[in-house]
């Protein structure tokens, strides 16, 4: 009984908050939407026209690869698309990062970029590095001076970071690694 | 002596220069690296009372890279000597102060502490740019392979790179690009 409750639930959840599902759609897929405003007269037209993916050519997933690469971590249900390349990412690597990010540096919530949990807490700690290191200057909200070298106090030298300690629950101090 | 071994001996105990840059390098992890030239223990003839130690010129120190929170929570110690004269110096604020300062002092503690100490750190050049004056750089004949790779800013690759690179994640149908 208490099933049938949760999944009536989350049916009524799904027809609401229409984005969080990408199983079954009758449009054509990997569109996404252009806000386009016209004035017609003395009216306003607001449409939201689907316009082809700027990514689309250039997409890669694990199943259409040959061979087809070994996943990361190995568990019974099926990895998520990134888990499933098994690319090790570094903070450096600012081509893939910047690929989960807004126009403003922001890292895109789950429902969109489609991750699973650990994957989506990785990369989105990740952009956090390379933003402190001013890898990703470039996008930044519009009042940031776009130089890393005119922050403040010690922001303004080089940074980098060690991605081992991101799933660390407290990072060890430099002398604990000499103690037995 | 032959003339063949004369010039081996000439070879052999002549001091070689090395160039290190610095450019994004941990100096801490660097140290142990320049050291090692610094003393001669990359040479097969190393002995501790032999003087077969190298020289080396680190460039671009100013844009050394600590890791993660290290820039604010490093302190650098200094006591005047008289009653009260303790000071703790940030790494940050002694960076602004002298940015070659960091690099000599992480060498320096990446040595033995004995008397041959202060001499060997006589062999080390360190520049905050990359102007050094020429009677220094005429000399240099290495190269010393960094500690970790440099990486590239997002906007100094060019547009059509970025655009053109495999991606790997795709917007969901209905959304709106900003
Ligand atoms: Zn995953």
Redesign the pocket.
């Known amino acids: 009984m208490s099933g049938l409750v949760k999944s009536s639930f989350s049916l009524l959840k799904r027809s609401i908050f229409s984005t969080s599902v990408r199983a079954i759609v009758t449009t054509k897929q990997l569109h996404v939407k252009e806000i386009r405003e016209q004035t017609v007269g003395s009216t306003l037209v607001v449409e939201g026209v689907p316009v082809p993916s700027p990514r689309k050519d250039y997409l890669v997933r694990a199943e259409n690869l040959v061979p087809v690469p070994e996943p990361l971590?190995k568990s019974e249900q099926p990895?998520?698309?990134?888990?499933?390349l098994g690319l090790e990412v570094k903070h450096t690597d600012v081509l893939i990062l910047s690929q989960f990010v807004r126009s403003d540096g922001c890292m895109l919530p789950r429902r969109i970029t489609g991750?699973?949990r650990?994957?989506q807490k990785k990369i989105g700690k990740m952009v956090t590095m390379a933003q402190k290191a001013g890898l990703m200057i470039n996008l930044t909200p519009k009042n940031c001076a776009k130089d890393p070298k005119k922050r403040y106090q010690h922001k303004k030298f080089n940074t980098y970071f060690d991605e081992s300690t991101i799933f660390m629950k407290r990072i060890p101090k430099p002398w604990e690694k000499f103690r037995r | 002596m032959s003339a063949f071994k004369r010039v081996q001996q000439w070879a052999t105990f002549a001091r070689t220069w090395h160039v290190f840059d610095c450019k994004w390098q941990d100096p801490y992890e660097s140290a142990f690296i320049i050291k090692k030239y610094l003393m001669g223990l990359h040479k097969p003839i190393y002995h501790p009372m032999n003087d077969c130690g190298d020289v080396v010129v680190c460039i671009n120190s100013r844009d050394i890279a600590l890791r993660g929170d290290e820039w604010r929570k490093r302190a650098y110690f200094h006591h005047t000597g008289y009653p009260g004269g303790a000071t703790w110096t940030l790494a940050w604020e002694l960076h602004n102060k002298d940015p070659t300062m960091i690099i000599r002092k992480a060498v320096y503690r990446a040595m033995k502490g004995n008397l041959q100490r202060r001499h060997t750190m006589e062999r080390l050049f360190i520049y905050p740019g990359e102007d050094v004056p020429d009677d220094i750089m005429q000399n240099v004949t290495n190269q010393i392979r960094q500690w970790r790779l440099v990486p590239t800013r997002l906007d100094h690759i060019p547009e059509e790179e970025v655009k053109k690179f495999p991606k790997i994640m795709e917007y969901p149908e209905d959304y709106v690009l900003k």
């Open positions: 971590v990895p998520c698309y990134m888990c499933a991750l699973c650990r994957q």
